[in-house]
């Protein structure tokens, strides 16, 4: 025995298993006692003639075996060499919030709205999240959901500027194009539209203020990455505040010419509710990553934003992003998104709990498309653990979930066209877009 290095057997002495599910209990059992045995011996183990897919592969992980045993060596190279990025396990929980569902679905007047968008947001990232904080996830207390068709005007996979221009405007447009229709003539937008009825804005993002999501509710331009125009632009827009982190085409002469318009701070601590001032927040908080260390930015941010609008007696519509769900997409980095979307998640637990209290607020979560076609390979809902693999590095087709809470929420229920939250929303605030 001294002379062996490894144990090598015929996995089909121990079991039929395809790779495929999971094994049944009692052939789980006889592999553990194997795999134990070798390891009393102080052996690795490996199996021969054994199934030879990646389910497979996570299955002799969780069993314990030291080596997978492999015709496809690239494709498990790879699998392997991937996993620490495909793969999350949490170190810390939280409680949702305790949803009264008082006035959900009800119609009772809506007064504000409350419109959170996930970047890059499709279920699998939502089901990651709800894993990894073992089986609680805020938006999943929501009881009437939907589905959105996110394709754009001249594309079958959106990006994030006309994906959320169909929020704001109810119309398609190009990929890259901001807040304009397919021609580049400027949209009639939200807060606009709500500023009639003396309606305030706000928008918050855990990414760049000029980036294409937050700029579809204020600026005009047909190419998003025009930052300079597109935050010149919030000078001619209705929008009463707007944080996140500061744009690096911000240079010294446009911060003075916003600074007409807008109070100009670099941390969100400093925003006050003085009803006579109109802030832009550019704090670098916001652009670091949860894993970075950006910690509660957003929930403060959100509450900044309901303590200010909501002194606001005809209502307020408040957008906020989590943004960064989509860099975690596009990098293929399971920690990453999964962080994003447990930050995302906290904040809508915060709106749920200001709807509750409020009694005239409609909240609203949604995305503006898939980012990375994840799909979830495997978990374990009490261990906070998930793990998955991506099919792309960038947008996908799928169409993503809409929830709704509060009044008006029942409007959400179904599948629609992206462009269709815009009207659903004016319905919701009893308002016609003439």
Known sequence: LTRIAMLSDDFKKYSVWNGRGIVTAKENIVLQKAVAKAHDLHKKLRFWNAPDIINSWYGFMRLGVDYINTDHIYAAATFIKQLPQRMYTTDKSYPTYAATYKNDGTAV?????????GDGTGLAQLYA????NKARLNIFNMRFTGLSKTSSYDSYITDSAP??????????????????DP?????????????????????????????????????????????AAILEDI???????LMGEGSKKMNGALAQKLGTRFTLVSAVDSVTTDARRKWLVADKQAGLSMLEGRADWSQKAFAKAIA???????????VVEGAQI????????????????????????????????????LVIVTADHETGGLTLTDGDLTKGYVSGQFATDDHTAVPVPVFAYGPGAQLFSGVYENTEIFNKILAALKIKNK
Do not use: C
């Open 183 to 227: 021609s580049g003539q400027a949209l009639l937008l939200l807060p606009d539209i709500l500023a009639k009825s003396n309606i305030q804005t706000g928008i918050v993002t855990s990414g760049d203020i000029s980036d294409a999501t937050p700029a579809d509710f204020y600026a005009h331009q047909p190419e998003r990455t025009n930052s």
């Open 308 to 318: 200010l609008l909501s002194k606001n007696k005809p209502g307020f519509f408040l």
């Open 326 to 361: 989509d860099h975690g997409g596009h990098d293929n980095q399971l920690p990453y998104t999964v962080t994003e979307v447990l930050d995302f998640d906290q904040t809508v637990g915060k709106a749920m709990e200001f709807a509750d209290r409020n009694g005239e607020t």
């Open 235 to 241: 000078l001619q827009s209705a929008v009463r505040v």
């Open 109 to 117: 007047r809506v007064k504000n709205v409350i419109l959170l968008i």
């Open 129 to 132: 999240g709800y894993t990894a």
């Open 163 to 180: 994906g959320s221009t169909a929020f704001s405007s109810g119309k398609k447009t190009n990929n890259r194009y901001v807040g304009t």
